[in-house]
């Protein structure tokens, strides 16, 4: 029988997290870590020195990550695509939103109402 071991750790949400534990626990290189900053794709939450990133940049990290690596992109067209990411999730909440207003409309609100064609000297 083979048992598989899963470590996994929570975390309070106004929790910071270190570069050091970035890299330590999650296997993120010191280097990689300050281009992102230096690119502008993460931003610490304290000094640069004693950088510190809120929970949420823990995925943001491992999804640079394997930008960089599956797809070969430098820092700052990581950065680009994290951006454009981030840009659609906005719209497909936006678009989830107006799909449920929609929903909210009666039926007879939800079907345009038909247009009339009119054609250029024709009855």
Known sequence: MN???????????QQLV?????????????SQLHEFIAHGVLEPAGAPQGAAFRLETVSLVRTACRLQEELELDAHA???VL???????????EIFALRAQLGAMQPDD???????IVTPGRP
């Open 3 to 13: 048992v598989e071991r899963i470590e996994a750790t929570w975390m309070a949400e």
């Open 18 to 30: 270190s570069i050091e534990e970035l890299r330590d626990r999650w296997g993120v290189s010191s």
């Open 78 to 80: 990581v950065g680009v």
């Open 83 to 93: 951006q454009l990411l981030q840009r659609v999730r906005t719209l497909e909440r």
């Open 110 to 116: 939800r079907e345009p109402p038909e247009a009339e």
